[in-house]
């Protein structure tokens, strides 16, 4: 079974390998380079024991007006609102106690399978950078904490993983680097980090070896179809033809299930990061300042600071104010000489539906194409999990995992 996979970021690329380890023959169409987009400067937490939805309950018309605040963690760009609108007011009626509940509790089942198919993938002789080194979280404020911890627990208690409460000392003990005053902290011990280039490389380089049709610089720009099914896909150079599609197109996904008569109500979840190469201090495990909503990863030979939710449209215009405010923060909270100025500054879009739960299985307008998106903050966490479950359902007609939780058809 020829399967066209539209995109090969990290959800297109797991896609791809479990389609071929289970036996079909995927082939890959990706716009750009492998794993090039919001693939690449992500920060690589691989983090069941911190998976959650993004609304959550107690989201007011007031907290979303603070939203247009340059500064705020999550930020709604004005000019972008009315478009916006319908959107918002969909995401708006996710925040609630029941919805967050259902929402943890279908993320935290794909989970269960997260660090298995990780090994699975480091077993075959796929590599990439990867730190067992857990997730420290600091918090200066007790009610920030409090907060975090609410949502921490209630996630690793659908999980099976736990956290751990750290007094001041113990917070200081964890990370040396940091500036006096985070009082609170929690250690989540059995998350990891991958250097999501490196995942997106040894993906890449695994399907190739195993003889898998990839073409980069090649973007999907139509279907062609017969009698309810897609028999190619129509890109600038050749068509290339297929028995199924999947569509794993990020951000860009939902103008592709437009044209096949399916709209999902796709936006980007904007985030910035700064990688520093050789920083002169480096941090022992990735690090996430709970007040600012802003993560830390120490790679091989790397540092990278990433944070923010920007909703303002799908383009991957940068905000320089944006990335100024990350630096300044990072260098008033962490003792990183670099990040005022140094490194490099990168732009990612997350693909984020209004309940922000990904959107996994079959588009209901086509008899043979498939979804894989909306992963939102989680793709990198939850894309070989992801990856093995639709390749189970296309193929076997069982995913392995419940998915009516991601149903294209909710929409
Ligand atoms: C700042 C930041 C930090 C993050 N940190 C984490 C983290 O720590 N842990 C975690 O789990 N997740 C994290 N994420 C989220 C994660 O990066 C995303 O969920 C994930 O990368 C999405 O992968 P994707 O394959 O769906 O999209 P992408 O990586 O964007 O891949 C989609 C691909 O489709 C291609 N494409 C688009 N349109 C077409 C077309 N018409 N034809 C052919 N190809 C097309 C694109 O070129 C692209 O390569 C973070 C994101 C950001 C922005």
Not at 57 to 69: A, C, F, Q, Y
Not at 113 to 133: K, N
Not at 215 to 235: C, L, N, P, Q, Y
Request: charged content about 20%.
């Amino acid at each position: 079974m020829r399967v066209g996979v539209v995109g090969g970021g990290v959800i297109g690329l797991s896609t791809a390998w479990y389609l071929k380890k289970m036996g079909a023959d995927p082939v890959v169409v990706e716009s750009w380079t492998l794993g090039s987009r919001c693939s690449f400067g992500n920060a690589g937490w691989v983090c069941p024991s911190i998976s959650s939805p993004l609304p959550a309950p107690g989201l007011t018309l007031k907290s979303l007006s603070w939203m247009m605040r340059r500064d705020s963690p999550l930020y709604i760009r004005p000019s972008a609102l009315l478009k916006l609108t319908p959107w918002l007011l969909r995401f708006r009626s996710f925040c609630n106690h029941a919805d967050q509940k259902r929402g943890i509790a279908a993320i935290a089942a794909l989970n269960r399978f997260t660090m298995e198919r990780y090994d699975e993938l480091a077993a075959s002789g796929v590599e990439f950078e990867c730190h067992e080194s857990g997730v420290l979280m600091v918090f200066r404020d007790s009610d920030k904490a409090a907060a975090a911890e609410k949502e921490v627990k209630l996630v690793t208690a659908s999980s099976a993983t736990s956290c751990t409460d750290l007094t001041e000392s113990e917070v200081y003990e964890r990370e040396p680097m940091l500036r006096p005053g985070f009082r609170f902290g929690l250690f989540v011990g059995a998350d990891r980090h991958v250097r999501p280039d490196s995942l997106s490389a040894g993906l890449g380089a695994s399907l190739r070896a195993s003889g898998v049709e990839i073409h980069e610089d090649t973007m999907a720009t139509g279907f062609r179809s017969e009698g309810g099914r897609v028999k190619a896909i129509v890109t600038p150079k050749d068509d290339v033809p297929v028995d199924a599609v999947v569509l794993a197109a990020g951000a860009h996904t939902g103008a592709l299930t437009r044209m096949l008569g399916w709209p999902i109500p796709l936006t980007a979840g904007k985030g910035y990061s700064v990688t520093i190469d050789q920083p002169r201090n480096q941090l022992r495990q990735p690090l996430y300042l709970g007040g600012a909503k802003i993560g830390l990863s120490p790679f091989t030979g790397a540092l990278r600071f990433s944070g923010t939710m920007e909703l303002s449209g799908i383009n991957r215009r940068m905000d320089t104010a944006r990335i100024r405010s990350l630096r300044r923060i990072v260098s008033r909270e962490v003792d990183i000489p670099e990040a005022k100025e140094g490194g490099r500054a990168w732009v990612g879009m997350r693909p984020i539906v209004p309940d922000s739960l990904p959107v996994m299985g079959k588009l209901p307008s086509r008899e043979n194409v498939y979804v894989n998106t909306g992963h939102q903050m989680l793709g990198i966490t939850l894309g070989p999990s992801s990856g093995w479950a639709l390749a189970g359902l296309i193929l076997e007609g069982r995913p392995g995992v419940g998915l009516d939780a991601f149903s294209a058809g909710r929409f």
